[in-house]
């Protein structure tokens, strides 16, 4: 089966500048997550989707990021404006719900550098 | 609330030696954890997981993790390293929250494989 597909791999900014990435989750996979990953730490998670909907987005900076998920499919993370700080590795991951709702399918991330 | 400790960020092994990764779990109910591994420029892929079906867990590429309850430890282990072992290893730990899945990952352990 085909893997999450996730775009930009690279981009790099200035700050006050706008960046978007796009995920393509694993084909019947109801849930999606999109992690930070900064450098030297563990991914941290940002927003979380069941279909369409939000299901988590406690750590999300709502005032900077904003996320969507269309169709319950593909999903967008934006980043208005970009900080110095942002500059991370975006993960994108799908699972299924239910009893496997815990196993997550990673993509390969975008990373962003800002300058 | 849910959290995981990885002692040691980084962790250097001659090839052909044991690998010992510790994770240690902090959760109010019996959790389901996960280790990951993620290779250089990819995303995290999963090495094993554990699902109380037995404390032994065996995962792909020799790993395996003993889930010790008293202990509320999850180290993992591999025999023998291989140069290919190099990578940056993440426990996790997954709940139920409002009906859906939450993972929280740890910080990570570099294993680094000296030749």
């Known amino acids: 089966e085909a893997g999450v597909a996730q775009s930009p791999r690279y981009k790099i900014i200035e700050k006050r500048q706008s960046v978007a990435f796009w995920c393509n989750p694993i084909?019947?996979?109801?849930?999606l997550y999109w992690y930070q990953q900064i450098l030297g730490q563990g991914p941290k998670l940002l927003i979380q989707f069941q279909n369409n909907g939000v299901v988590d987005d406690s750590q999300l900076p709502k005032d900077r990021f904003s996320a969507e998920r269309l169709k319950g499919v593909d999903s967008t993370l934006k980043i208005q404006p970009a900080k110095l700080e942002d500059s991370a590795v975006y993960l994108c991951?799908?699972?299924?719900?239910?009893?496997?709702?815990?196993?997550?399918?990673f993509g390969a991330g975008s990373r962003l550098t800002v300058l | 609330a849910q959290s995981v400790t990885q002692l040691g960020s980084h962790v250097s092994v001659s090839e052909g030696a044991l690998v010992l990764l510790r994770c240690n779990y902090s959760?109010?109910?019996?959790?389901?954890l996960f280790w990951y591994v993620q290779y250089p420029n990819q995303g995290l892929q999963l090495l094993l997981k554990?699902?109380?079906?037995?404390?032994l867990v065996k995962g792909i590429n020799g790993f395996e993790a003993e889930f010790k309850k008293s202990e509320t430890s999850f180290h993992l282990t591999k025999p023998s390293a291989h140069m290919s072992d190099a990578a940056e290893y993440f426990c996790a730990v997954s709940r139920n929250s409002g009906g859906y899945q939450k993972v929280t990952f740890g910080i990570g352990t570099k294993l680094q494989v000296i030749p």
């Open positions: 084909s019947g996979h109801a849930t």
């Open positions: 991951a799908s699972s299924l719900a239910g009893a496997g709702a815990n196993v997550l399918t």
């Open positions: 959760s109010s109910v019996p959790p389901y």
């Open positions: 554990y699902t109380s079906a037995a404390t």
